[in-house]
């Protein structure tokens, strides 16, 4: 029974059934099934015990009519021998008649006129007790038998009496035929009138999970629909869409402080740095220096997430993917030994923000001149209708299992943070949403990053 614990609680069950839908129809039909199948039984077995009952009761009352008028046959006949007792409806033969004509044995039995005027059955036998002939002729198939020992005036005798099971046969025979093709339609008609009645229950459960799917950080202000049913799925949307409003209000709250943070940090942080440019060049100025510098890159760095994060409009028009990368990345400061190579396609135009996209690229640039051994390639070029942008070096790489995880925030793989002093683990994440921003994506690879972006975008 282990695929029928799977069918009811597993949400992967062993036979393959995958949605809450499916699952319900199965079951809902199953044990239908099983209950029709189980009633089917009964009433077969109930019906043919009660026919058949009502067989042997006919036989019975045959035998007990035949009793007051077997007392008078004169049973003088061999053992074994057998006589039928045959009674006519009037203007048809008597039974003496009948004995003589009809040619059947009937030796040693006395039958007299009264007795076949008032027993008008053929399927009456009176037989000496145990005689084996009765045997034989109850045990014929397709009757009801019934058996009773009566005194006749030369001695002990037994009538036999039996009743047709034809009906009976006849009657089960037209239930199945009932059965066979009306179970099979009644578990379609279950199992449709399921799958409907659960489809319309589980309809506002879709589009409350296709809302939730569609809401991202960005637009928080949107809410699931709530049915008007006034069920437990209309309480699940009214909780969701509470927690919505509880997920906005942090969510706008952490945006406003960290917008905050970042703007109100800027100003004396910029003042630090003059006064530390202005103070007399010492190995303990430098190094602040270096710090404040650090601070400054991390404060823009937050309040540029903050914007995006708020979702601000973009400034777009037409520009060009390669004059922006040759641009940025020759203003990266980077080591003597370090070469630039630029391999950029021209015209590869489409609409965005230089800002944003200048600061992308500056990001990945800076991250490349970072961990290369020798050379930076950036590379522009139109490909299926998409302009493709590449920052490569010689660097040691990304390990493919943290590709992804770069593009978290404040995150740092231990070879960067054993060469990289100054980075906060925030310029790979900003350029991942500046890309999708504009529609694209941007993806970690071997030996560098590569963005693509749709040109009718």
Do not use: C
Not at 106 to 125: E, H, N, T, W
Not at 292 to 318: F, H, Y
């Amino acid at each position: 029974m282990t695929w029928w614990r799977d069918l009811l609680t597993s949400g992967r069950p062993s036979v393959g059934l995958a949605s809450v839908r499916l699952r319900a129809t199965a079951a809902a039909t199953l044990v239908v099934a099983v209950a029709l199948g189980l009633a089917a039984v009964v009433l077969v077995l109930a019906l043919r015990g009660s026919l058949q009952s009502s067989a042997g009761a006919e036989a019975a009352r045959k035998a007990v009519a035949a009793a007051p008028y077997a007392q008078t046959v004169d049973l003088t006949a061999a053992l074994g021998q057998t006589a039928t007792v045959q009674a006519a409806t009037p203007g048809e033969p008597t039974a003496a008649e009948w004995a003589r004509t009809s040619g059947d044995p009937v030796a040693g039995v006395s039958v007299q006129p009264a007795l076949a005027l008032r027993i008008a059955d053929s399927d009456v036998m009176l037989t000496r007790e145990g005689a084996p002939a009765a045997t034989s002729w109850a045990q014929g198939g397709g009757f009801a038998v019934a058996r009773m020992p009566v005194s006749t005036s030369s001695g002990s005798a037994e009538i036999w009496a039996r009743a047709s099971l034809d009906g009976a046969d006849q009657a089960l025979t037209t239930l199945n035929s009932a059965l066979l093709p009306g179970v099979p339609a009644l578990l379609l008609v279950v199992a449709g009138m399921t799958w409907f009645s659960v489809g319309r229950t589980l309809a506002p459960v879709a589009a409350i999970r296709a809302k939730v799917a569609d809401i991202t950080a960005r637009d928080l202000h949107q809410r699931v629909p709530v049915p008007r049913s006034g069920d437990e799925i209309a309480a699940l949307a009214t909780t969701v869409n509470g927690t919505l409003d509880r997920l906005e209000t942090a969510v706008e709250t952490h945006k406003r402080f960290v917008a905050d943070a970042a703007h109100e940090l800027r100003s004396p942080i910029a003042t630090l740095r003059a006064r530390l440019e202005l103070a007399e060049p010492s190995e303990l100025t430098a190094e602040a220096l270096a710090d404040v510098e650090r601070l400054q890159s991390l404060a823009a760095d937050l309040l540029l997430l903050a914007k995006l994060d708020a979702g601000e409009p973009l400034r777009t028009g037409d520009l060009d993917l390669g004059q922006v990368a040759a641009e940025e990345s020759l203003r990266i400061k980077r080591r003597p030994e370090l070469r630039m190579e630029l391999d950029v396609e021209p015209d590869v135009v489409f609409q965005g923000s230089r800002a944003h996209l200048a600061r992308l690229v500056t990001n990945l640039v800076d991250n490349a001149v970072r961990h290369a051994a020798a050379v930076v390639r950036v590379r522009v070029r139109q490909e299926d209708g998409q302009a493709v942008l590449q920052v490569l070096d010689d660097g040691p790489g990304i390990p493919v299992g943290q590709r992804e995880a770069v593009f978290d925030r404040f995150t740092r793989l231990d070879e960067a943070r054993a060469r990289d002093v100054g980075g906060a683990g925030l310029g790979l994440p900003i350029a991942r949403d500046i890309a999708l921003l504009h529609g694209g994506m941007l993806l970690a690879e071997e030996g560098g990053f590569i963005a693509r972006f749709p040109l009718n975008h």
